[in-house]
């Protein structure tokens, strides 16, 4: 059976730490380093996958002992873990995404806000991320949300077994510091990943904006006129 690589390098690690001294006068060596993952194994600590999967269970819980403060630390712990690009990227393979997304029509705006948060930071340059975002129609709900939009409360985002379909219908405008928080995301999205601007400019002019055509995903001058223009509208709502 092949040895855990953690393992492995704790044993690597343990036996240069029990080797012999240098000879009094010898050149230096350098003191080898147990990395973060290795000592994370010793010590019994959950990983970065783990720790995002549980931190995703306490976010949807519906559990009354869970309180938003509780929700909003682990939204807050989620989205410092996918400032990692490895940690991000695994937002797929833990099935995280569709939570997440569903979360932008949460009927708590803090967790709505929290939610756009973790979007924008786990597509910022990173194009497998961007792709999952543009596969699910998470671009077109930040779209409506930037514009002013409340997207439609969705059962799995914090509605119990209880609610009626009356009760997921979403309620006025979407909050200035949500919209503001969509708009960061959309940003970090449609920069160098043409398919995401693309999918933004259409639904744009879908909804009556005046978008040009063909916008260049790698023209950051062009990105930060359609950017600017919605975040200007964002902070005068």
């Known amino acids: 059976m092949a040895m855990d690589k953690n393992l492995n390098e704790l044993l690597k690690w343990s036996i240069e730490h029990t080797s012999p001294s240098q000879p009094s ?3 230096p060596h350098a003191e080898p380093s147990l990395n973060v993952s290795a000592l994370a194994s010793l010590m019994g600590a959950p990983s970065d996958a783990e720790l995002m999967q549980a931190s995703m269970a306490a976010v949807t819980s519906s559990d009354p002992d869970v309180s ?12 410092q873990l ?10 797929a393979q833990l099935g995280l995404w569709t939570p997440l997304l569903d979360l932008l029509g949460h009927r708590e705006p803090d967790l709505r806000r929290m939610a756009a948060w973790c ?19 998470g671009v077109e709900r930040l779209v409506r949300m930037a514009l002013g939009e409340r997207l439609p409360v ?4 914090g509605a119990d077994a209880e609610t009626t379909e009356e009760d997921v219908v979403a309620d006025g405008p979407e909050t ?6 969509a708009v960061y995301a959309l940003s970090s999205a449609v920069r160098n990943y043409q398919p995401a601007l693309d999918v933004a400019a259409k ?24 950017i600017n223009g919605l975040r200007q509208r964002a902070l005068s709502a």
């Open 154 to 157: 969705e059962k799995r985002a």
């Open 203 to 226: 639904e744009l002019r879908k909804r009556g904006e005046d978008v040009r055509d063909e916008i260049d995903a790698a023209d950051m001058d062009a990105v930060d006129k359609l």
């Open 119 to 137: 979007v924008g930071t786990a597509v910022q340059n990173n194009a497998p991320c961007q792709e999952r975002l543009v596969a699910l129609g």
């Open 82 to 91: 996918v400032e990692s690009l490895d940690n991000a990227n695994l937002l």
């Open 25 to 27: 006068g010898g050149p």
């Open 176 to 181: 200035k510091e949500v919209r503001r928080k």
């Open 68 to 79: 938003l403060e509780s929700k909003l630390v682990a939204f807050d712990n989620l989205e």
